[in-house]
């Protein structure tokens, strides 16, 4: 990914990839070493991205053996990376190296953990869901009940037994419905 504050006149933009098979940073991606580059007009292998680019040096970050990005530095002045340069900075992408791969394990946790919070919601939302679905049956047998009682005791009377049919009904409705759900 390109990450700078110059104009890209080569075509890439701000976010952009790299093509592994091409250019000073596509050789350090497939080779993993370093590449200083002392004057690009006499490398084949430079593509123009900063037409002001006179010398490049290209790092890769590793971790454990494993490429995870590189450092890629151009100046305007030919052989800009000398020896001392080259040493400081292998030290500095040792560190950006551990940075990146911090912030990979960081962004990867950081995902777990919103996935768990996740399913931790959807199955509290489930037991909480089969709680009520049980506590309504168990309210709809114990008023079922209670109506057959009534009209066992009510003599007869047909307004409270037409009353008490309409609650039968709607209370086995919501039995049914509790044994569909569960």
């Not at 037409?51 to 970050?61: F, M, N, Q, V, Y």
């Not at 890629?72 to 000398?82: G, K, M, R």
Request: aromatic share 8%; glycine share 8%; charged share 25%.
């Amino acid at each position: 990914i390109i990450h700078t504050p110059f104009d890209l006149s080569g075509g890439l933009s701000e976010g952009g990839c790299v093509d592994t098979e091409q250019g000073i940073t596509g050789w350090v991606i497939r080779n993993k070493k370093i590449l200083n580059i002392p004057d690009v007009a006499q490398d084949n292998r430079y593509r123009c991205w900063i037409p002001s680019t006179r010398s490049e040096i290209a790092l890769p970050l590793l971790k454990n053996e494993d490429l995870i990005g590189v450092l890629n530095i151009e100046s305007p002045h030919t052989e800009a990376f000398d020896r001392d340069s080259v040493e400081i900075l292998k030290m500095l992408t040792a560190h950006a190296a551990s940075a990146v791969y911090n912030a990979g394990l960081f962004e990867k946790y950081r995902k777990t953990r919103e996935h768990l919070e996740f399913s931790n919601y959807m199955a509290s939302i489930g037991e909480f869901t089969a709680d009520l679905i049980h506590w309504f049956g168990n309210k709809a047998g114990l008023i079922r009940g209670c109506a057959e009682n009534i009209i066992a005791e009510s003599g007869g009377n047909p307004s409270i037994e037409e009353d008490i049919a309409i609650i039968k009904r709607h209370m086995s409705e919501v039995v049914e419905m509790k044994k569909k759900v569960l």
